[in-house]
């Protein structure tokens, strides 16, 4: 008989910092299934659609996979700059990190509607905030979020 073991949540104070680690070549494979589930490939084509929305005028390629160290993850595009737009406003260039805590923070927000699956969604759209929030760049990324 399994043991089950309760998971629990320590809410993040101001000073506790969320690190992110680029998952290597090998680990790629099982990184979004463990991340989303069954979801792993909603999810990432999401999130393709997603930054070709905000970001019409990049040039598409290769993306990394990024770990969190409070378990959740984001992907980035491997560029050094990127434009990203509103339907309204274009923006300065922002970094391929920026561009990848947004897109998918907005990609998960689409999913979660989408789907009413506010479990797994929300689980990952709150430790990719808590991480946004202690990112060098979190004004950046907070003033995107809100455009």
């Given at each position: ?73 984001y ?11 509103t ?30 699956a ?30």
């Open positions: 008989m399994a043991t089950q073991v309760a998971k629990q949540v320590v809410p993040l104070g101001s000073s506790d910092v969320v690190t992110a680690a680029v998952v290597s070549g090998c680990e790629r494979i099982a990184f979004l299934g463990r991340l989303f589930g069954g979801f792993k490939y909603t999810v990432e084509a999401r999130v393709y659609a997603t930054f070709e929305d905000l970001s019409p005028r990049a040039p598409r390629g290769v993306w990394q996979f990024v770990q969190l160290s409070n378990g959740g993850g992907l980035r595009p491997v560029v050094d700059k990127c434009r990203l737009s339907r309204t406003q274009w923006f300065a260039p922002v970094s391929a990190d920026v561009a990848g805590v947004v897109t998918t923070i907005a990609a998960l927000e689409v999913l979660r509607k989408q789907y009413r506010e479990g797994i969604f929300g689980m990952r759209l709150s430790q990719l905030r808590d991480f946004a929030r202690t990112h060098q760049e979190g004004a950046v990324i907070a003033y995107l979020l809100m455009a």
